[in-house]
């Protein structure tokens, strides 16, 4: 815990006045950098129409910017603890946003893809820059509120980012998508340059960088990711099928890649970790500061950003598809449907301030948990062809209330006893972390998904074949889905009674999927049991100065007010 004879905050009249201001700006960022997260889900069928895209293409479109993104959190984390926040924010803005404009002007694939690996550099910088900036600027109970609006946007627009994105893509193009991050990019930027200040390094040393073990966490973190994101393609054995990423290509009955991706991944970690381990206890810089995880809020708080994500993104993932596939809900309708999620989420991040002030950060982190265990088995139990939207309704509402605590003070747990001038490395690992949850529960409830509905398929049908073929090649689309070819559908393919089962099925195996990743939010819960009541709150301003009777400028061990290292 933190030490209680240090103030752990600078003199309220050094408060920054334009920190709640600076908060919109870096909000604004984080929905850039989320909704291009997954707005090429519903973007594909265009983009692959306008430049020629193949399978392989299309798989990599998403695929490189999350592998390049959850690998180099680490390492950006870390450089932006030695050459300040705001300038890696910036920094990280700017990559974005020209990554973005390469993306939205490519005439081919392969510079989309290229486009969308430089996004994920910019979003890897920007992200535990905009994390530690909120944790540098806001005490006390502030810091709460603060984290709860950060919070909520990481949830609200993850679900509802495939859906703005859809309505953007229907109204103008899938260029447009990418495009419009110009104007937000600008306007974050400015803002965050006029609404904080910089503070010169404590010591005045030059910065020492560990590129050595940079390079090991992007091999460690990246290869990981690789496996996780195309197991399901390449095969966790042996290849099932001739597949590839661009030009190259793995034939049927060979190693799958996802091997070597595995093992590179596996030696990369331990190198790494007894490499840190060496150059921490010989004094020198590293790029994850392994005595982090002695620090019991920061340790379960990461394993637990893992854990929900994992079901919260599994879920997330298999919502839109039902709704599209099975119901035939329209962009619009799934959207109006999903907003139950926003409305839960925002009274959840609203109220989550007064929730910490009376039981602690960690009381409500649980309640937020349990909120989305109860909703998601609720959603998994309103699955069938029959559902409607008010059906969902309440359950969604939950669920976002669930989100809303979760999200909001997660951070706030996470980082709450962690020194600021090590606030980089401690925001990019838990990024680090939701990313390899957020992999493993598209690819593991995604297996479920589709494994559970062949299954389905193979007991209520007397040849499934064609059929999971059918559907199998189009997502689901050839379900019941509005945005199909009506040629490609199975009532006209094949017969009604064929389709009625293959929504039930569909209904069957998403639910299942939906219980699984219930399950795996009920574990967040479980490993909590180490943080007995709330985290204890940072002293107010007023107590700070209170505790001492002289003006003392704060270390680089304490959060550093209205100054950004």
Do not use: C
């Given at each position: 815990m933190s030490d209680p004879s240090a103030p752990s905050a600078p003199e309220a009249a050094d408060l920054n006045p334009r920190r709640w201001l600076m908060l919109g700006f870096l909000s604004a960022a984080m929905t850039m950098v989320m909704i291009d997260a997954t707005v090429l889900n519903v973007g594909v069928p265009q983009l692959a129409a306008d430049i020629g895209a193949g399978p392989s293409d299309i798989q990599w479109?998403?695929?490189?910017?999350?592998?390049?993104?959850?690998?180099?959190?680490?390492?950006?984390?870390?450089?932006?603890?030695?050459?300040?926040?705001?300038?890696?924010?910036?920094?990280?803005?700017?990559?974005?946003?020209?990554?973005?404009?390469?993306?939205?002007?490519?005439?081919?694939?392969?510079?989309?893809?290229?486009?969308?690996?430089?996004?994920?550099?910019?979003?890897?910088?920007?992200?535990?820059?905009?994390?530690?900036?909120?944790?540098?600027?806001?005490?006390?109970?502030?810091?709460?509120?603060?984290?709860?609006?950060?919070?909520?946007?990481?949830?609200?627009?993850?679900?509802?980012?495939?859906?703005?994105?859809?309505?953007?893509?229907?109204?103008?193009?899938?260029?447009?998508?990418f495009a419009i991050n110009v104007p937000i990019a600008a306007a974050a930027i400015i803002g965050v340059l006029f609404t904080t200040t910089v503070r010169p390094r404590a010591d005045g040393s030059r910065a020492e960088y560990d590129i050595a073990g940079a390079a090991l966490s992007a091999v460690a973190v990246g290869g990981l990711v690789f496996a996780l994101i195309e197991g399901p393609v390449y095969g966790w054995g042996i290849t099932a099928?001739?597949?590839?990423?661009?030009?190259?290509?793995?034939?049927?009955?060979?190693?799958?890649?996802?091997?070597?991706?595995?093992?590179?991944?596996?030696?990369?970690?331990?190198?790494?970790?007894?490499?840190?381990?060496?150059?921490?206890?010989?004094?020198?810089?590293?790029?994850?500061?392994?005595?982090?995880?002695?620090?019991?809020?920061?340790?379960?708080?990461?394993?637990?950003?893992?854990?929900?994500?994992?079901?919260?993104?599994?879920?997330?993932?298999?919502?839109?598809?039902?709704?599209?596939?099975?119901?035939?809900?329209?962009?619009?309708?799934?959207?109006?449907?999903?907003?139950?999620?926003?409305?839960?989420?925002?009274?959840?991040?609203?109220?989550?301030?007064?929730?910490?002030?009376?039981?602690?950060?960690?009381?409500?982190?649980?309640?937020?948990?349990?909120?989305?265990?109860?909703?998601?088995?609720?959603?998994?139990?309103?699955?069938?062809?029959?559902?409607?939207?008010?059906?969902?309704?309440?359950?969604?509402?939950?669920?976002?209330?669930?989100?809303?605590?979760?999200?909001?003070?997660?951070?706030?747990?996470?980082?709450?006893?962690?020194?600021?001038?090590?606030?980089?490395?401690?925001?990019?690992?838990?990024?680090?972390?939701?990313q390899i949850g957020i992999a493993l529960g598209v690819a593991v409830i995604g297996a479920v998904l589709w494994t559970s509905l062949d299954r389905q398929l193979d007991v209520q049908l007397v040849d499934a074949a064609p059929v999971e073929a059918a559907i199998s090649g189009s997502s689901g689309a050839a379900i019941n889905s509005p945005d199909v070819d009506p040629a490609d559908r199975l009532d006209v393919r094949f017969d009604v009674e064929t389709q009625a089962k293959a929504q039930e099925a569909f209904s069957t195996a998403v639910a299942r999927a939906t219980y699984v990743g219930a399950g795996f939010v009920a574990l967040a819960f479980i490993a909590m049991a180490p943080i007995r009541g709330g985290v204890p709150r940072p002293p107010q301003p007023q107590q700070a100065v209170s505790a001492s009777a002289g003006v003392r400028r704060p270390t680089d061990d304490e959060p550093m007010g209205p100054s950004v290292a």
């Open positions: 479109f998403n695929a490189a910017y999350a592998l390049v993104f959850a690998a180099l959190l680490i390492t950006f984390g870390q450089a932006a603890d030695r050459v300040g926040y705001r300038r890696m924010f910036i920094l990280g803005a700017s990559v974005f946003v020209l990554a973005s404009l390469v993306v939205a002007l490519s005439p081919a694939a392969p510079m989309v893809i290229v486009g969308r690996a430089l996004q994920g550099v910019g979003g890897a910088m920007l992200v535990p820059a905009t994390l530690s900036l909120v944790n540098s600027h806001f005490f006390g109970r502030e810091r709460g509120s603060a984290f709860a609006i950060w919070g909520v946007v990481i949830g609200v627009v993850a679900a509802l980012g495939p859906i703005v994105g859809g309505l953007v893509i229907e109204v103008a193009s899938w260029r447009w998508a099928t001739e597949s590839g990423i661009g030009p190259l290509t793995w034939p049927e009955g060979a190693p799958s890649p996802v091997l070597a991706s595995l093992l590179a991944s596996v030696v990369a970690g331990v190198v790494f970790w007894r490499r840190e381990v060496r150059r921490s206890r010989s004094g020198h810089t590293v790029v994850l500061a392994l005595s982090l995880f002695r620090v019991t809020t920061f340790a379960v708080g990461t394993v637990v950003g893992l854990v929900i994500m994992f079901g919260e993104f599994g879920m997330i993932l298999t919502l839109p598809l039902f709704l599209q596939n099975v119901l035939g809900y329209n962009a619009f309708q799934a959207g109006a449907t999903v907003a139950s999620i926003t409305v839960g989420g925002l009274l959840g991040a609203s109220t989550s301030g007064r929730f910490v002030g009376w039981k602690g950060t960690a009381t409500t982190v649980r309640w937020g948990v349990l909120a989305q265990v109860v909703a998601m088995v609720g959603i998994a139990s309103t699955y069938s062809p029959t559902a409607t939207a008010w059906g969902f309704a309440p359950w969604l509402f939950l669920f976002g209330v669930g989100v809303g605590l979760t999200n909001a003070q997660l951070l706030n747990m996470v980082l709450a006893d962690i020194p600021v001038r090590q606030s980089g490395q401690g925001s990019a690992t838990q990024s680090t972390s939701r």
